[in-house]
């Protein structure tokens, strides 16, 4: 809806209008005029209206004449060769804006893809033991959660090893080529006693995406073998290095 009003239009039919009046008091005097003496008067309205135009017009207007009768002084003008203009092409869309493809994940690692060794922490007696997991594989890999760990003659029968929650790292542990991962296993609570049984070798799992994996890494315990007491074992998760709170239990 306009609200407003297009003052250069105002002027530019005030000055036809007075323009007009003028050739109107010149054809009193002088008689009727031929269509040749309304030329110079058509082509100041032409000006006129092409100056107030708002320079959208690839032309001007042009004058038409006068009419018949030289006593009316009536001119007029016609709008000739207007240019529109062109509607806006659409901005194109840009490749680079355009969202990043999503990265493929990295897989999990498997049994095959790490080579799992166990070492006493130090202090006496041993009550914790240190599990390295070093990527083999050549490529990278996710080590999920924590390792399952079987201190029984079979990891089928053997009981599970909980996980202690406060060690659960805040991003997944992704292994590039050759580098390792660790996790701290509480095995007693200090010493040898009827609670616990010498072990010589254990067996340790992963994780898959949905669930423990297929098969176990059998892992030999540190020289000497370790105490475990079954009722007290804890691991914690894996981690790239082990950290005073998270993994002191």
Known sequence: MRT????????????????GLTLTACGGDEGTKDNGAATPAATVA??????????????????SGASGSGASGVVTTTRIGVKKKAPAKA??????????????????????????????????PTTHITLTATNVSGHSCTLLQYPLLAFGELPQTSKDVPPVAKSRPGAPIVLNAGTPAYAAVRINNGGVDEKTH??????????????????????????????????????GYWTYELRNGADEF
Do not use: H, M, W
Not at 209 to 233: L, N, Q, W
């Open 198 to 235: 010498t072990v010589r070798s254990f067996y340790v799992n992963l994780f898959a995406a949905d669930g423990p994996a297929e098969g176990s890494e059998t892992v030999i315990a540190p020289k000497g073998g370790i105490a475990v007491d079954d009722a007290v074992a804890k691991t």
């Open 46 to 63: 032409a000006t006129v209206a092409a100056s107030t135009d708002g320079g959208t017009s690839g032309s001007a207007t042009a004058a």
């Open 4 to 19: 407003s009003i297009r003052r250069p239009a105002v002027f530019a039919a005030t000055a036809v209008a007075a323009l």
């Open 91 to 124: 901005p194109s869309k840009s490749s680079s804006n355009a969202a990043p493809k999503a990265r493929a994940k990295t897989p999990a690692c498997t049994v095959g893809d790490v080579k799992i060794s166990a070492a006493k922490q130090p202090g006496v």
